[in-house]
């Protein structure tokens, strides 16, 4: 019966891998994905399932000749709060590193089929001083113009949270619906 127990505690754990999705279409490439502007709208949820806040980002994705990208992101909360993150992803065999200036142990950006996965550390406001948190962040393409992105928070291994938001690319200026619908 303890065997049984562990086992099913254990598989629990286990999360999806990067190989469940290689056969998923459409193909999640970031630097296709993350190039120009981008807008995102989503939900921060307590570690009970409550959403505690809502919130708005424009987010502008850059590369240069040598593969780096910048994703310059700018958050507005619904009680007021601006938060700002300039992401860096240098290539890496494999995928790329993620860092910015509020990202106390870099992520590594891997992705297969339609998602991308990264986990990393991130340093967030906590009453009068700030606490750091582990993301484990999962991105899906579900169309051309439009990824969700589910990422799970946690401290000592406790989930303590969770974001769930949706970014869409913006259309150019004469270039149609961004739906794909003519």
Same mark, same amino acid.
């Given at each position: 019966?303890?065997?049984?127990?562990?086992?099913?505690?254990?598989?629990?754990c286990a999360g999806p891998s990067l190989e469940t999705?290689?056969?998923?279409?459409?193909?999640?490439?970031?630097?296709?994905f993350f190039r120009g502007e981008l807008s995102a709208?989503?939900?921060?949820?307590? %570690?009970?399932?409550? =959403?505690?806040?809502?919130?708005?980002?424009?987010? $502008?994705?850059?590369? !240069?000749?040598?593969?780096?990208? #910048?994703?310059?992101?700018?958050?507005?909360?619904?009680?007021?709060?601006?938060?700002?993150?300039?992401?860096?992803?240098?290539?890496q065999e494999g995928g790329y590193r993620a860092t910015?200036?509020?990202?106390?142990?870099?992520?590594?950006?891997?992705?297969?089929?339609?998602?991308?996965?990264?986990? %990393?550390?991130?340093? =967030?406001?906590?009453?009068?001083?700030?606490?750091? $948190?582990?993301?484990? !962040?999962?991105?899906?393409?579900? #169309?051309?113009?439009?990824?969700?992105?589910?990422?799970?928070?946690?401290?000592?291994?406790?989930?303590?949270?969770?974001?769930?938001?949706?970014?869409?690319?913006?259309?150019?200026?004469?270039?149609?619906?961004?739906?794909?619908?003519?």
């Open positions: 019966m303890l065997i049984l127990l562990l086992s099913v505690a254990l598989a629990g999705y290689k056969d998923q279409s459409p193909e999640l490439v970031p630097a296709e709208r989503g939900v921060v949820k307590d %570690y009970a399932g409550e =959403v505690i806040r809502t919130f708005d980002a424009d987010i $502008v994705a850059t590369w !240069d000749e040598e593969g780096v990208g #910048t994703l310059d992101e700018v958050f507005r909360f619904n009680d007021g709060e601006v938060q700002t993150r300039v992401w860096t992803l240098t290539p910015a200036g509020d990202v106390a142990e870099p992520g590594f950006m891997r992705w297969q089929g339609n998602a991308i996965h990264m986990n %990393y550390v991130l340093t =967030v406001a906590y009453g009068e001083g700030t606490i750091d $948190v582990r993301m484990d !962040d999962w991105m899906y393409l579900v #169309t051309s113009d439009t990824l969700i992105n589910q990422t799970t928070m946690s401290k000592w291994g406790l989930d303590v949270g969770e974001i769930v938001l949706v970014i869409q690319k913006r259309a150019s200026a004469g270039s149609g619906p961004s739906n794909g619908i003519q």
